[in-house]
């Protein structure tokens, strides 16, 4: 690593933790993975990432300006407490301050859909735009959002629920509790349910979806769905298509609401089937408001699963230099 | 008037100009209104705008820091060019530079629901709080999102047309082109379409209402509906009550993606409802992300009919001082 300003970025999940060396281009260095012992506890967990990340400044040789790390929970952004990660099993644990003391620099927290918005804003298919979304699309549904060249974080941190964007009100039920949200139809898990009801409903229809899930219901998934509608079954094809029609109608939506000069598509369920950044681009310019998308462009993310590394590490070089 | 710094604030709409000279307090002196004169052309009607204003300078004796001026359309921001406002037939009118000219003062200009989101923001249910949403349920619906301390604008300046939200994809047609949005359910025009479709399915169910409009299913407007359902009619009550779960669903979404700390609500069917505000609070507490709505207060608009001038006035204060 050639840049003497680099900070480290750890995206910590629930069942891995990716950390790299990020320099202020947006490069990574030395990106490795670990698995989260979500059985052991946050003190253990903690005591994973401080070893990673220890060992990873010695291979670089020099100290980071500090370290950023996105979790997939709600953040207290003042204190860098982690308020609720649901797939940690984690209420409370004040991250911020345990690795900033374990570490001896100054840390930062965010959610990991906020890090890797930060990730595309900053260097990937955001880069240099003060207005735009992100949207990622993978078993859940979320995003972030850019307005004015600020990153909107709302009054409790949790701007940018974008899943939970009510697009039907008769729709089917969430995960949330309420119905008829974008995740519910365009979420991994939703698309998954769908099919499964479908087949359910016509196992005929269904054959062949099945059959490429090893004819085990319970193992199809939005993955062998967008397998399926790739090879052209009918039916996944029809899965697919509801879920691309609710996309479209919470895009319409945040189009108009937020009116970005970007809209970014990211996650499994995009990178699953080529076509949706097209349709869902074609599908806006048709039904949002014209005035709303004079200057629009609809982009695929560009960092893939380094957005969140990326993210962290670039909102922790953002923070801590001058 | 006591203040030395004072502006003056217009609200321009297709009916009425509404003209007032504003304090730093937010206080109204003055305070005139004159017809919209839209079958004699931008030229005769900012001539109309410069002799009321100048009078009004007179009254007051003391020449304004500026003006701001709310127009119902779409505005280019940094030329304060009306690119497009349907109600007054007009298509990129110089409006800045035309009215800063002929009078000597610097001028913004602005959209009239952004206008009458500074209102209520700067002096009204607003006051104080850098994260809220302002939604105005009037014959259209419209609205105001200020994140972080920040009026959000977009990338074309228009940011929060919340009224073209998508809540239900096989909703009813919407005058945008689209369906199935926030107003094609809850605005006026909107509420006045169902119940004269209701009127019109079941006559004897629509008697009151009807009876009510002067026995003319034309007549039949989002007023009457609010008069019959306060009266007790059951068929209003349900039209009022479709539209409320429309509101509810489309609050849902904005705080869900917003994250706001205040929800304000404004306009002649808020009015019209006085039960609206609380079955919109209730609603959203039912629906929402627990974590979004953990410090949110649901609140009525506080300015009425006073909020586009009153803002028109206050942006121009906030732009021409320092």
Chains 1, 2 share one sequence.
């Not at 012992?37 to 060992?55: H, L, M, S, T």
């Not at 695929?300 to 990326?310: D, E, R």
Request: hydrophobic share 40%.
């Amino acid at each position: 690593m050639t840049a003497e300003c680099w900070a480290i970025g750890v995206d910590l999940g629930g069942t891995k933790i990716e950390v790299a060396a990020v320099d202020s281009q947006g490069r990574q260095y030395h990106r490795l993975r670990h698995p989260t012992n979500v059985k052991a506890g946050p003190a253990a967990i903690q005591g994973d990432i401080v070893a990673v990340v220890r060992d990873l400044s010695e291979k670089v040789g020099s100290t980071p300006v500090g370290m950023g790390i996105g979790v997939a929970g709600q953040i207290d952004p003042d204190e860098g407490l982690v308020r609720f990660a649901p797939n940690l099993g984690w209420r409370d644990v004040p991250l911020q301050k345990d690795l900033s003391e374990a570490l001896g620099w100054p840390v930062v927290v965010t959610n990991d859909v906020r890090a890797a918005t930060w990730g595309e804003w900053l260097h990937g298919a955001g880069q240099g735009c003060g207005d735009l979304i992100c949207l990622f699309v993978g078993t859940g549904v979320g995003g972030g959002v850019v307005c004015g060249g600020n990153m909107l974080s709302g009054c409790n941190n949790t701007a940018g629920e974008l899943g939970h964007i009510v697009i039907h009100t008769e729709g089917p039920s969430c995960t949330c509790g309420n119905r008829g949200c974008l995740e519910a139809f365009a979420g991994g898990w939703a698309i998954a349910r769908q099919a499964r009801e479908a087949i359910s409903r016509d196992p005929s229809a269904g054959t062949y979806l099945l059959n490429s899930a090893g004819g085990q219901l319970d193992a199809v998934t939005a993955e062998s769905v967008a397998r399926s509608a790739n090879a052209g079954d009918p039916l996944a094809l029809r899965v697919i298509d509801r879920a691309a029609k609710a996309l479209i109608a919470g895009a319409v939506s945040l189009v108009n609401a937020f009116n970005p000069c970007r809209f970014i598509l990211g996650g499994g369920v995009v990178d699953g089937w080529p076509y949706l950044v097209g349709q869902i681009d074609q599908g806006i310019r048709q039904q949002a408001l014209a005035a709303a998308t004079r200057s629009l462009q609809v982009l695929p993310a560009k960092l893939k699963n380094s957005a969140g590394v990326v993210g962290a590490g670039s909102l922790a070089i953002r923070s801590f230099t001058k």
